[in-house]
C-alpha cells in the first residue's frame, strides 16, 4: 500500500463530513443538529471522529461560535462542493415536483392570485414553494427557479433574468387619506408613515424616484413584511411606500388608493435559474410563464397610469 493510501477502516464516514460541512457553514453545532435533525451529541461525536482520524483541528471552538480552523475551511468547501454535486446529479436522475421561491409577500398578494392560469397551462406540473426574499443556495435547497429583487445579490452559478422595473408609490385607504388630508406630497410631513424592516429606506427611494425634494419623511412604525404592512395601511394605521405589483388587486376593488401615482424605482425583478434544473422543462415552462406574467403585470400598471 502506497503511503498516502489510506485504509477503509480509517475513512471518515460520510456522516461525519455531513456533520462537519453543516457545523463550518452554520457556525454552530446546535444549528447544523437542528437542520440534520439529530443530537447536538451527535453532531459532536462524529466532529470528534474526524478530527481524530485525520490528526487535524478542524474547529476553533468558542463561547458563541464555531468556526472552522484554516485546515477545517479548505475541507468543509470541499465537502459542500461534492454535496452539491450529489444533489444535483439526483435531481437530474430523478427530478421531483418543481420548487419556486418568493417572498411570503409576493406569494400572496401576486402569484397565488395568478397561479390557476398557469395550472390551467400546465396541469401536470408539481409546484411547492420555498418561501424566502434573501440569498438561497438553489441546490442544497432544491429550488428550480427564485423571484428576487436585485437589491439582493444573485449566488454566482445561478442564471439571471432581470425583467421589469418595479414601480413604488405610497398607498393608503381612502378613509385614512380623507382624516389626513392628503393632498399634496407635503402633507406625509404630519401623516403617519409606514414602512418594512426589510427596506428601512423606501420613503427616501420614492421621493427621490418621484423627483420630490426637500421633504423630511420618518417612519413612525415598521413591520416585518410588506404583506403586513400593506394590510396595515388598508386598516387605515397609514400610509406606506410599497411595490405597485403587490396592491393592483387591492387599487381596482377602491380597497387601497395612490395620492400620488407611482414611479419607477431604483430596482428590478428578476428570476434566478438553477444551473442544474434550467434544461428541464418543467423549469423552462415556469421561467416562461412567470416572465410573461411579470411583463404582463408591469403592462397593465402603466395602461392604468395612463387612464
Given at each position: 500500500?502506497?503511503?498516502h493510501?489510506?485504509?477503509?477502516?480509517?475513512r471518515?464516514?460520510f456522516?461525519?463530513?455531513r456533520?462537519?460541512?453543516?457545523?463550518?457553514?452554520?457556525r454552530s453545532?446546535?444549528?447544523?443538529?437542528?437542520?440534520?435533525s439529530?443530537?447536538?451529541?451527535?453532531?459532536?461525536?462524529h466532529?470528534?471522529a474526524?478530527?481524530?482520524?485525520?490528526?487535524?483541528?478542524?474547529?476553533?471552538?468558542?463561547?458563541?461560535?464555531?468556526?472552522?480552523?484554516?485546515?477545517?475551511?479548505?475541507?468543509?468547501?470541499?465537502?459542500?462542493a461534492?454535496?452539491?454535486?450529489?444533489?444535483?446529479?439526483?435531481?437530474?436522475?430523478?427530478?421531483?415536483p418543481l420548487t419556486?421561491?418568493?417572498?411570503?409577500?409576493?406569494?400572496?398578494?401576486?402569484?397565488?392570485p395568478?397561479?390557476?392560469?398557469?395550472?390551467?397551462?400546465?396541469p401536470?406540473?408539481?409546484?411547492?414553494?420555498?418561501v424566502?426574499?434573501g440569498?438561497?443556495?438553489?441546490?442544497?435547497?432544491?429550488?428550480g427557479?427564485?423571484?428576487?429583487?436585485?437589491?439582493?445579490?444573485?449566488?454566482?452559478d445561478?442564471v439571471?433574468?432581470?425583467?421589469?422595473?418595479?414601480?413604488?408609490?405610497?398607498?393608503?385607504?381612502?378613509?385614512?387619506?380623507?382624516?389626513?388630508?392628503?393632498?399634496?406630497?407635503?402633507?406625509?410631513?404630519?401623516?403617519?408613515?409606514?414602512?418594512?424592516?426589510?427596506r428601512?429606506?423606501?420613503?427616501t427611494?420614492w421621493?427621490?424616484?418621484?423627483?420630490?425634494?426637500?421633504?423630511?419623511?420618518?417612519?413612525?412604525?415598521?413591520?416585518?413584511?410588506?404583506?403586513?404592512?400593506?394590510?396595515?395601511?388598508?386598516?387605515g394605521?397609514?400610509?406606506?411606500?410599497v411595490?405597485?405589483?403587490?396592491?393592483?388587486?387591492?387599487?381596482?376593488?377602491?380597497?387601497l388608493?395612490?395620492?400620488?401615482?407611482?414611479?419607477p424605482?431604483?430596482?428590478?425583478?428578476?428570476?434566478?435559474?438553477a444551473?442544474?434544473?434550467?434544461?428541464?422543462?418543467?423549469?423552462q415552462?415556469?421561467?416562461q410563464?412567470l416572465?410573461?406574467?411579470?411583463?404582463?403585470?408591469?403592462?397593465?400598471?402603466?395602461?392604468?397610469?395612463?387612464?
Open positions: 500500500m502506497k503511503s493510501d489510506v485504509p477503509n477502516s480509517t471518515p464516514s456522516n461525519a463530513l456533520a462537519f460541512e453543516a457545523t463550518a457553514r452554520l453545532m446546535t444549528a447544523a443538529a437542528d437542520e440534520l439529530v443530537t447536538h451529541g451527535a453532531i459532536s461525536r466532529i470528534r474526524l478530527e481524530e482520524t485525520l490528526g487535524l483541528a478542524l474547529l476553533t471552538r468558542g463561547a458563541h461560535s464555531t468556526d472552522p480552523t484554516p485546515d477545517g475551511a479548505r475541507l468543509a468547501e470541499g465537502v459542500a461534492a454535496l452539491k454535486l450529489m444533489q444535483a446529479t439526483l435531481d437530474q436522475l430523478k427530478p421531483g419556486l421561491s418568493c417572498s411570503a409577500s409576493i406569494l400572496t398578494h401576486w402569484l397565488i395568478r397561479l390557476v392560469r398557469f395550472n390551467q397551462r400546465h401536470d406540473i408539481e409546484l411547492q414553494f420555498n424566502n426574499y440569498p438561497v443556495d438553489v441546490v442544497r435547497e432544491n429550488i427557479v427564485a423571484i428576487r429583487n436585485t437589491m439582493v445579490a444573485p449566488p454566482e445561478v439571471v433574468r432581470e425583467l421589469v422595473t418595479e414601480w413604488v408609490g405610497p398607498v393608503c385607504s381612502p378613509d385614512y387619506m380623507r382624516e389626513a388630508r392628503i393632498v399634496d406630497p407635503a402633507d406625509l410631513v404630519d401623516a403617519r408613515l409606514l414602512v418594512t424592516k426589510t428601512p429606506n423606501a420613503w427611494e421621493a427621490e424616484a418621484a423627483g420630490i425634494t426637500g421633504l423630511e419623511l420618518q417612519a413612525r412604525e415598521r413591520f416585518e413584511h410588506f404583506y403586513v404592512l400593506i394590510q396595515a395601511a388598508a386598516c394605521l397609514g400610509i406606506a411606500p411595490p405597485r405589483m403587490l396592491v393592483l388587486d387591492d387599487l381596482q376593488s377602491g380597497k388608493v395612490a395620492p400620488f401615482g407611482f414611479a424605482g431604483p430596482h428590478k425583478l428578476a428570476l434566478w435559474i444551473p442544474h434544473l434550467r434544461s428541464r422543462p418543467e423549469t415552462a415556469l421561467a410563464w416572465t410573461e406574467e411579470l411583463k404582463e403585470t408591469a403592462g397593465r400598471a402603466r395602461d392604468d397610469d395612463q387612464r
